[in-house]
């Protein structure tokens, strides 16, 4: 299994205006949940954000995997309902 780096963007703001975001916590969330159904996919770490009251724009998810398609289709699946402002990165670490 190799190791990579799964950058997701979205749109940061203010937790006072929630609805002007893009909240990529919230879809990280929701990937590592789906990838537990998954033997061939290994979490390592997640980061999301670092300040109080400030909706994070870009989250990682560090993780092994030996089937990176089905890395691919889990996070495409996921950010058609977020729309054309979110877009990920996968590298190889």
Known sequence: MEKYKLSIFGKGGHGAEPNEA???TIITSEF???STK???IEIIS???????????????????TDNLN???NLIEAILVY???ET?????CL
């Open 22 to 24: 893009i909240d990529t």
């Open 38 to 40: 998954y033997k061939n």
């Open 87 to 91: 877009t990920y990165d996968l590298t």
């Open 32 to 34: 590592v949940r789906k």
């Open 46 to 64: 997640v980061i999301s954000g670092t300040s109080f009251n400030v909706i994070s724009g870009k989250a990682e998810i560090i993780l092994e």
């Open 82 to 84: 977020y729309g054309e």
């Open 70 to 72: 089905k890395i691919k």
